[in-house]
């Protein structure tokens, strides 16, 4: 079961069944070049709210070695989730601009002029990886269920190649289950890693 917080700004409803932490492991399997990439992980992601319209997120991954032990650290992410809806002069931004009106506190009538015909909602994802990959990603959350696309892609001069990424996150029997597919190293977007997490407390 899963335990949904009540004090949520009434952006974030469509997203409370992300919130909090889960940990668990995953496989890579990915191909580049004349190289196959593959093995075990441990991954540990974290959902969080600071009042915001929007998540916090952040995610870690180490390699598990022959015994099954975290080693080698592979990535770690940050980042920040929300609904996709125009900002108005009762938001904040950019920068330290603060809002222009203080308006009135978004409803969940507000949030539901949002939704699509298919009953979902449009998202966006921002996520900024520790090698020096920027991601913005665009998609939909359909209940228990969440699409990304990315829609820029950005690296620092030192930054291995990498072009664009789908992620699929799903709520299945209380674990998140997700699926990333990448565009990498000169190879067309294909399956990369995948992992089950269970939510910890």
């Known amino acids: 079961m899963i335990d949904l917080p009540t004090d949520l700004p ?3 409803v469509p997203l409370a069944w992300l919130i909090g932490v ?6 890579i399997d990915y191909d580049a070049g004349d190289h196959h990439y593959a093995g075990e992980f441990s991954h540990r992601v974290s959902f969080s709210h ?28 940050v980042g920040y989730w929300r609904l996709t809806r125009p900002a108005g002069p009762a938001d904040a931004g950019p920068g330290l601009l603060p809002a222009t009106t203080s308006g009135q506190v978004r409803t969940a009538d507000d949030v539901e002029s949002l939704r699509l015909d298919d009953g979902g909602f449009e998202i966006e994802a921002s996520i900024v ?3 020096g990959v920027s991601e913005l990603y665009v998609g939909s959350i359909r209940g228990p269920r969440v699409d990304l696309a990315t829609d820029a892609v950005m690296r620092t ?3 291995k190649h ?20 990448i565009a990498a190293l ?12 269970a939510k910890v407390q």
């Open 186 to 197: 000169g190879a067309s977007l294909a399956s990369h890693a995948s992992a089950r997490l």
């Open 157 to 159: 001069g030192g930054a």
């Open 10 to 12: 009434a952006d974030l």
């Open 50 to 77: 600071d009042g915001g319209d929007y998540l916090n997120y952040s995610a870690t991954a180490r390699m598990r070695d022959a015994d099954g032990h975290a080693g080698e650290q592979l990535v770690s992410e």
């Open 22 to 27: 889960w940990e668990g492991s995953g496989v």
């Open 129 to 131: 990886h520790s090698d």
């Open 162 to 181: 990498y072009a664009a990424a789908t992620r699929m996150y799903g709520l299945v029997e209380g674990h998140l289950l997700w699926a990333w597919d």
